[in-house]
């Protein structure tokens, strides 16, 4: 076995890097290599993961010195402590940063107390990373699991304000449900009113382009520090390579490199273990996880495996083409392994973490269906609600990212018969940027919401969703921000929604409109149409 195998079965070279690793290199870098911060993920009652990138120079545009580093492997150090100042450190080893990764590091750490709070750090060529605040997953009994999800972070949009007070929310971990990164050029896909900011990149093709954009991300300070301040859990969508990616136009060939490139990018940012390194032209991201006898996380991926829809994006009549039974967003093996994994979890909550909108929206004239979404898998959905019903699926809620905008949804055994049963709930949570400032309203929601009884509010801002999961109860609280296309917006809860153990249905807690916002929004807001 020569030393690229070896490397490549070990999991610590992915995709086809330009150059193999020269010796470690010792000696000092041009500049600060911790420019892209730090992060944690994917954290087990046991463990998580450690992340950072060694970039002194996060926009160098040369493929050969990507981040400002030349091709050798640098020694890195970490260390995880039980305080902020590192005079208890209960962890620490060495590993290696290496140019066919981009410099990034991926230490999956264990033997940690389940539940616990650490603070973590990396030294490399003389310098000490931003402290880390992580905190691993509880096992056994569990009483109380706070957690935030977010999407859709357009760059050019918007300022990042809202993760700034996600930092600030003291949460168990952070869910991202896609879209971190839009490959777009400046002034494609402007913000309505203009954009706030560029980064004056082309439109991401390759390898060096899709790591360049991850870089202009990943210096935003806001971004920064909601990664520092608790673990995230990550899963991607369409932007994360292009927008709706499954329907290419051009060469399929020239796409399937494309796409590889996307996806090492988007491994080499991100905190996740090395079981869902790239292998070849694939990357598998879903996978499950567990907070005690609280809650089962399962994280999908529906863009990777799905057949093609009926249309790309948009809308359009219902078809027999949207009919077949035989069509799944999720693939078959995903399909078996999240049915398997509701049927056989002991959690009191089953969190079903994924991309698109998955209740049904019929959208005037009528019969009209956004294909893009689980609209047009029907009959893959029927079949995960058929489960639910059948298997007796305790507590199902699923979070939901992709259409820039809020809203909550009972999930029905018929969504065409308003008095089927009520199997679950749906949470979607609106843009961090995406789609520029908000309103609290558009003109044509109220015929959407009377047209589908199940969908319960709607709201266009920008923010998150902040979710306190008990043995008795699920609270969801809609955090939005006024604006995002200037800096320092304050965060208001514009509503909060419980969900009671076993009595399946949203109970609407809070509901509380922005002081002077808008109530109309313009025609150019999309109604969540746009991912």
């Known amino acids: 076995m020569d030393r690229r195998t070896f490397l490549s079965s070990s999991g610590l070279i992915v995709g086809t890097g330009p150059y193999l690793s020269r010796p470690a290199r010792r000696t000092r870098l041009p500049g600060q290599p911790f420019r892209l911060g730090v992060a944690s993920g994917d954290p087990s009652p046991g463990g998580v993961v450690l992340w950072t990138r060694l970039a002194p120079d996060p926009l160098d545009p040369d493929p050969a010195t990507p981040g400002g580093m030349t091709p050798e492997a640098v020694p890195v150090r970490w260390e995880i402590a039980e305080d902020e100042l590192f005079r208890t450190i209960v962890q620490q080893g060495d590993t290696v940063a290496r140019p066919e990764l981009a410099h990034s590091v991926h230490v999956e750490v264990s033997g940690l107390r389940p539940g616990h709070d650490y603070f973590y750090r990396f030294r490399a060529v003389g310098e000490i990373s931003p402290v880390g605040r992580t905190r691993t997953a509880p096992n056994q009994t569990v009483r109380t699991v706070k957690f935030g999800f977010v999407s859709c972070q357009m760059y050019e949009h918007g300022f990042f304000t809202a993760y700034r007070h996600l930092a600030d929310e003291d949460l168990d971990v952070i869910l991202h449900l896609g879209d971190y990164i839009y490959e777009y050029r400046p002034g494609v896909y402007p913000a309505p009113g203009g954009d706030a900011r560029s980064h004056g990149l082309p439109t991401a093709m390759n390898l060096t382009s899709y790591r360049l954009r991850h870089a202009v991300y990943r210096t935003d300070p806001d971004l920064q520090a909601a990664h520092a301040a608790a673990p995230w859990i990550v899963t991607w969508d369409d932007h994360d390579v292009a927008d709706n990616y499954l329907d290419p136009r051009g060469d399929p060939a020239a796409f399937l490199r494309r796409r590889a490139a996307a996806y090492q990018a ?26 005690g006898d609280l809650l089962d996380l399962h994280v999908l991926d529906t863009r990777q495996y799905r057949n093609r829809p009926p249309v790309p994006g948009g809308t359009t009549l219902a078809s027999p083409e949207r009919d077949d039974p035989r069509r799944s967003i999720l693939g078959d093996a995903q399909e078996r392994w999240l049915t398997d994994g509701l049927s056989t979890s002991g959690a009191r909550w089953q969190i079903i973490a994924q991309q698109v909108f998955f209740s049904q929206r019929e959208f005037a004239p009528g019969d009209m269906f956004q294909m ?36 909550a949804a009972e999930l029905k055994a018929d969504f065409n018969d308003p008095d089927s049963a009520t199997l679950g709930t749906e949470l979607v949570g609106t843009s961090i ?38 043995p008795e109860n699920l609270q969801a609280d809609f955090r939005v ?46 109604l969540g149409l746009e991912g």
Not at 269 to 290: C, I, K, N, Q, Y
Not at 496 to 513: C, H, N, S, W
């Open 266 to 291: 988007y491994y080499e940012h991100m905190p996740l273990r090395g079981s869902s390194a790239p292998r070849g032209r694939e990357m598998r991201v879903f996978r499950r996880l567990g907070y």
């Open 372 to 407: 893009d979404s689980w609209d047009g898998y029907p009959a893959a959905r029927t079949r995960l609600l058929k489960t639910i019903a059948e298997r007796r699926i305790r507590n199902p809620v699923v979070l939901t990212g992709d259409v820039h905008s809020n809203w």
């Open 433 to 470: 940027s995406s789609g520029g400032d908000g309103s609290d309203w558009h003109k044509d929601t109220g015929t959407i919401l009377e047209d589908n009884p199940h969908l319960k509010f709607f709201d266009n801002h920008r923010g998150y969703v902040r979710c306190t999961v008990t």
């Open 481 to 526: 921000v006024p604006y995002v296309r200037r800096p320092g917006a304050p965060v208001h809860t514009r509503a909060a929604f419980q969900v009671a153990t076993d009595k399946p249905g949203l109970r609407q807690v809070l509901d509380r409109p922005l002081p002077g916002a808008p109530s109309v929004a313009g025609p150019t807001i999309e």
